[in-house]
């Protein structure tokens, strides 16, 4: 088998006056119930997919537009969402290196992250070099879901929350 080297990317989508609606999601998020899931203190993750999202029908609202200018820009017709979640992320905790199967991109929206130590990190398949995404609070990236990437443990009194969603951008 020969590995021949292609050039990988990520798209980074500030999103226009995130502040108010980052404080709206947070309220709907604060409304859901108490789940822990591996090294994460609070997600919906693993609960029923029956269980009540009011923060993702306000989130996909908000973000059809960008998933619209990322169609274009992806020369494709359409695009689809599937499996949203939020994960609040406190002292010490963490998730573990990862990707996401059935799915072309996994994406990933900051409400919280006061530091940059709590972004995102992505890793190199071929080199195995460590990346942190180049983003913050209001900023919405969406990666290959091939690619490994960590929330990795930080030591921060302050809370990082984000909302998670898989997408396919198609004909």
């Known amino acids: 088998m020969k590995v021949k080297s292609l050039k990988d990317f990520y798209i980074v989508t500030p999103i226009k006056d995130y502040k108010v609606f980052n404080k709206d999601l947070i309220n709907l998020i604060s409304k859901m119930p108490e789940n822990k899931f591996e090294n994460i ?37 359409n695009w689809t969402i599937w499996n949203g979640w939020f994960q609040q992320y406190y002292e010490n905790d963490f998730h573990t290196w990862h990707r996401h199967h059935k799915t072309n991109w996994t994406n990933i929206y900051y409400i919280e992250a006061p530091h940059t130590a709590m972004l995102t990190r992505i890793k190199d398949p071929f080199t195995n070099e460590e990346q942190i995404i180049d983003a913050g609070e209001g900023v919405l990236i969406t990666l290959p879901a091939h690619v490994l990437h960590t929330s990795a443990q930080f030591k921060s009194k302050k809370r990082k929350t984000i909302i998670s969603f898989n997408s396919c951008f198609h004909d």
């Open 41 to 77: 203190t609070k997600t919906d993750w693993n609960l029923s997919k029956e269980t009540p999202r009011e923060y993702l029908t306000l989130f996909y609202k908000k973000i059809s537009p960008y998933m619209n200018k990322m169609c274009k820009m992806l020369q494709a017709k």
